[in-house]
């Protein structure tokens, strides 16, 4: 099983469409998806208010939008 952490916020809609996309992604990749409120911390809004969606993977690197799930699928290959 593979966690994808999704940083978001409230009212978003790019971080709607990046959700998207990740549940869009074949099942064969055993997905779980963790949404994180940035709007509760005050590092993350310093951190990623510009730049959500961005989709944190297990190895810690990161994926800011825009992207697209042959994006995501090329990360979950490494």
Known sequence: MTTLILYTTAGC???VLG???IKS???HYDITLVAVEIGDN???VDRYGVSIPVIKFSDNSELNWPFEAQDIERKLTL
Request: with cysteine; aromatic share 0%; net charge negative.
């Open 42 to 44: 005050d590092e993350l």
């Open 19 to 21: 959700e998207d996309i």
């Open 13 to 15: 809609h790019l971080c």
């Open 25 to 27: 992604l074949p099942k």
